[in-house]
């Protein structure tokens, strides 16, 4: 089965649940909304056809200028040696994403950082929490609009263009 042909058969299958259709980019992918991501996953996972049996990687996009999140999730299929990838959109400020750490249970710890650094919830995950910065942090340090604490619990911040703060330290 081709790439072309994957996607094909998503938007047969689930129609205007896929927004967009790019088999032929240089990341084939299908685009979906929150709402119709369980359905989309499950299809993708269970299909003999498709058997996307191995969750790669779930990357975050912070598109500011459409005031969307985006979680990226890279499918492989075991059975067919095939990469193909869907993007999930939410909008920013109510960005929630139903969990598919059932279905693919590498998805446990991706969501978790997805979370963590980009603030996107995972609906029903098992372990939503924290996994790489400390549970009082404040905000989501890869979304594009963060600005990073010049302190925290009195431990100074880095800038990479502010090096008169550093000015006080010895060298």
């Known amino acids: ?3 072309t042909d994957i996607a094909n058969q998503l938007s047969k299958r689930f129609g205007d ?12 992918r299908v685009h979906t909304t929150a709402s119709h991501w369980r359905e989309v996953a499950a299809f993708l996972a269970h299909d003999p056809d498709l058997a996307f049996d191995w969750l790669g990687c779930v990357t975050a996009v912070d598109y500011v200028g459409e005031d969307q999140l985006c979680a990226v999730y890279d499918l492989y299929s075991t059975k067919h ?6 993007k ?8 929630h994403i139903p969990s598919v750490m059932d279905i693919w249970p590498a998805a446990n710890w991706h969501e978790r ?5 980009m603030g996107i919830v995972f609906d029903d995950h098992a372990d ?11 905000g989501y340090p890869l979304r594009k609009d963060y600005v990073f604490p010049h302190a925290y619990h009195g431990i100074p911040g880095t800038y990479e263009t502010d090096w008169k703060q550093w000015a006080k330290y010895p060298k």
């Open 128 to 138: 939503l929490r924290r996994i790489l910065l400390p549970e009082d942090w404040q």
């Open 88 to 95: 999930v959109y939410v909008d920013r400020a109510d960005a």
């Open 113 to 117: 950082e997805a979370y963590d650094l």
């Open 17 to 28: 649940a896929i927004t967009e259709s790019l088999p032929e980019d240089k990341h084939p």
């Open 1 to 3: 089965m081709t790439l």
């Open 81 to 86: 040696k095939t990469w193909f990838a869907v």
